[in-house]
């Protein structure tokens, strides 16, 4: 009997421990994965603000390309060119920074909060570049 009572005691724990494990609280994660999914998630809000930025910052160039005359247009060909290479860089600049853990459970954690960062630093320079453009 008190076996059966520990059992059921010890479902009740692992349900209740299984549905807080859901809720990550990413200002304080507590595993490895809880780890690994904050810094997912911070990566995917920042790839969102980059590409909205992104489309700001080419309609912008894309405004002066409307100003130029034919051989002095390219504004906006010149940005997706950048874009185009920035994204090979911090795929590549993420990798690298990634073999600190290679291997571990640290890796994939490690690589997106790389990407985050470097994201959000890119977001900044496209918002810097579409303010110099209006003025």
């Not at 090979?88 to 985050?116: H, I, K, N, S, W």
């Amino acid at each position: 009997m008190r076996l059966n009572i520990c059992l059921v005691a010890a479902a009740i724990l692992l349900a209740s421990g299984a549905a807080s494990a859901q809720d990550i609280v990413c200002k304080n994660p507590q595993t490895q994965s809880d780890m690994t999914s904050c810094e997912a998630a911070r990566h995917e809000t920042a790839d969102k603000a980059l590409n909205a930025q992104y489309k700001k910052t080419r309609a912008a160039m894309a405004a002066i390309d409307k100003d130029l005359d034919g051989d002095m247009k390219g504004a906006e060909q010149a940005l997706v060119k950048a874009q185009r290479a920035w994204i090979d860089y911090r795929d590549a600049e993420c990798d690298a920074f990634g073999f600190q853990a290679r291997g571990g459970t640290m890796e994939p954690m490690l690589v997106a909060g790389c990407l985050a960062d470097v994201t959000d630093k890119r977001t900044k320079e496209l918002k810097e570049l579409e303010d110099s453009t209006s003025r």
